[in-house]
């Protein structure tokens, strides 16, 4: 049975807010050469591999919501047992260790809260952000695909707050903090999405809004910080949007238009949410993007949606009934489309999937295939994939399917668009506060056949985090949170 009252404290918020390794041993295999991943043409075998990011499951047993907040936000363990790690899973099928961790690559310390993972357009690095401890820990998968090693642990709020330099008002360097997810670059770099502002020494600012970004190189060099932030009425602001906390970004090749979403500020959800400022997000905004000088971007548009907590945004990346489409998500209410008809020049907005009435429902990413006609919206704290067909009314979506996918967080496809991949799990205060018991054994990372009407059959590939080293009954367990396909890295842009 699910705790539902944070929820209610969440609606109640929302009536405002829309009114205004430790190192561990790596296992090798070696699978026949040249094999074919079925439905997936021809890969070399050392690229017939996935990466996820795998993290210890916090110790939680007995705490109250209070004591486990403080815990998760408190180091240098974090309430962790163990360092996360990047886990390299074997996906040839003909391979005797399919579906199988084969190496684990560990982060250099426990890390507060690692996310979200990407790698590089080459397929030599693969980068992943510890949202609280605003920092990215990148590995080498170049050199040894099947056995990546850690190769750089970057600062990222030490190393914008240098490139920024001093606030104008305030007198002191103020950088950007808690990184969740990025964007890759046209020249190979990542810019990486920084959801608060980095200023230790002013507890009253640190972790708030607005949230910027950062240029990061594969190497780990940090060349870009934008925009410049100044301090009016006793307010971090850069003069560009306003959003309470910046969390995720898409961007449309055809449009050269990039879309962000607001979340809610990092201090708002970090050690539980409502025990710190309630500041969430409901802005969007559209930028006229930049991919060659990210920091001479313009915003184009900005919007205000009638919800809170907006997790999710996604660029359909051609004209649907001859519409310009971009889908988010919102953790309270389900999707909204951000839409433009011919011939006008501005966006609107509306909701066009509502969640199931009943709580204990929230969407967390939305995901569109391929083809363009169909949208995967995954219902963290209902347990679903929600699979909505959009060729036909892009504006009114029509529900195809309902699948369970237990604790399902991210989905991602194959190259040819035939398989979607699901992983599962959140171990944080989010996990905590919305489920009862707070953490299970069904983590893993699924996997669906997708059907030519863009429906889902489930298949027999299935990473069980249950096979883990850390797994019950040695400790509470690990999930997987984030993970790339190797043979299918990052839309190039």
Known sequence: MRRVWPLALLL??????????????????????????AGHGRAPAHEQVAYALTIDIPTYQGMTLDEFGTSLCTPPNYGKDEAGYLATIDLDPDSPSYGQVIHRSP????????????????????????????????????????APRHFRQVELGEASRRLLGPVPGLGISVGYGAPHESL?????????????????????????????YIELTPDGEVVTA???????????????????GLFSVDYNRRLGMMIHADLMTQRTYKCGVGRGPLE????????????KSPEQSSVFQRLRLP????????????????????????????????????????????????????????????????DGKTIYDTDALGDTIHVLRIADDPLNPVLLQEVPAPNIHVVKFSRDGKRLYGSNGIASIIDFQFRSPPFGVNYGIRAWDVRKDGTLAPTSFFVDALDEPAAPPLSNGVFFGDFVLRENPEMVH
Do not use: C
């Open 12 to 37: 109640s918020v929302l009536t405002l807010a829309s009114a205004s390794g430790a190192g561990r041993d790596g296992v090798s295999a070696t699978p026949p050469a040249g094999r074919t991943l």
């Open 226 to 244: 934008f925009p410049k932030l100044r301090f009016v009425d006793g307010r971090l602001e850069n003069g560009m949007y306003e959003g309470s």
């Open 107 to 146: 982060a250099p310390q426990i890390g507060a809260e690692l996310h979200h993972m990407h790698i590089n357009k080459e397929r030599t690095r693969a980068v992943m952000y510890d949202l609280y401890a605003s920092r990215a820990q990148i590995y080498d998968i170049g050199s040894d695909p099947r």
């Open 307 to 370: 919800t809170a907590i907006l997790t999710s945004p996604h660029a359909v990346q051609r004209r649907i009934k001859g519409m310009d489409v971009f889908y988010v998500s919102s953790l309270l209410s389900g999707v909204w489309a951000v839409y433009r008809r011919p011939p006008e020049t501005q966006f609107s907005f509306k909701h066009v999937y509502p969640l199931p009435s009943e709580e204990g429902h929230g969407s967390s990413h939305v995901r569109i295939a391929p």
């Open 184 to 212: 890759r670059l046209r020249n190979g770099n990542w810019l990486v999405v920084m959801n608060s502002v980095y200023v230790p020494e002013r507890p009253d600012l640190h972790e708030g809004p607005p949230g910027g």
């Open 280 to 291: 969430f997000g409901n802005e969007v905004v559209l930028w006229d993007f930049s991919m």
